[in-house]
């Protein structure tokens, strides 16, 4: 089942912060963050896995409560470049090593 | 390393025709995944193979979509008799394998399937 992601869309200027939040309804093993901008491929941002763990890419961080079956990505201070959509996907433990992939959230970082 | 690559990037089709689509992954990855995506929304899970071992295929798929590996190198997805419906963007992703969902997949650029 896929993923949900809130909000689907969000518009910044450059410098502002915002918060990009992906639920499942089922157990979670692994969340990945992927960015894609128009015409071209989805590009790896960051892997998240059981644990809490948070990791980072840029300024650009992402955490994961495994209890909640959820997962947020932080933009910080954005950059014109933070611009596309991003897409959250999910590992549920019930169909390992398939990803389903939520709607995306589109997101314009304005100068 | 040169990507994943994906042939052809666009393909044009008359309902009921038959069209096959080749991705090449890096070499160096084990596993292979096919999405498809339509405008507007997320890639949406078709089938994915570990070498070349085909894992799991979607509910989703009818049976006019078959997937192979052959050798475990590059794979094909075949569609038959297109329909309209079937007009998306077909994306191929790799990633190594080893620990499942420990490594991010790298897509192509996909095939742009469109028919008439």
């Known amino acids: 089942q896929q993923p949900v992601q809130s909000p689907q869309a969000v518009i910044l200027r450059e410098g502002e912060d915002a918060v990009i939040n992906c639920s499942s309804s089922?157990?979670?093993?692994?969340v990945h963050w992927y960015r894609q901008k128009h015409g071209e491929a989805p590009v790896f941002l960051m892997i998240l896995l059981k644990g809490g763990e948070q990791k980072g890419h840029e300024k650009i961080s992402a955490s994961f409560n495994e209890k909640k079956q959820q997962s947020s990505l932080y933009l910080t201070a954005s950059q014109l470049s933070y611009s596309g959509t991003y897409f959250c996907g999910t590992g549920a433990t019930d169909s390992w090593g398939k990803f389903q992939f939520g709607a995306g959230t589109q997101v314009v970082v304005t100068p | 390393d040169t990507g994943v690559s994906q042939n052809p990037r666009h393909k044009i089709t008359k309902r009921g025709q038959n069209v096959t689509f080749r991705c090449d992954p890096i070499s160096e990855h084990n596993r292979l995944y096919w999405y498809r995506q339509t405008l507007g929304q997320g890639p949406e899970f078709l089938t994915y193979?570990?070498?070349?071992?085909?894992?799991?295929k979607s509910r989703l798929l009818s049976d006019r979509f078959s997937a192979e590996r052959p050798k475990g190198s590059f794979s094909t997805l075949e569609i038959q008799r297109t329909e309209q419906g079937d007009s998306a963007m077909y994306l191929c992703a790799s990633s190594l394998g080893f620990q499942t969902g420990r490594d991010g997949y790298t897509f192509g650029s996909g095939t742009r399937l469109t028919v008439v």
């Open positions: 089922k157990a979670l093993y692994s």
């Open positions: 193979f570990q070498n070349e071992a085909q894992l799991e």
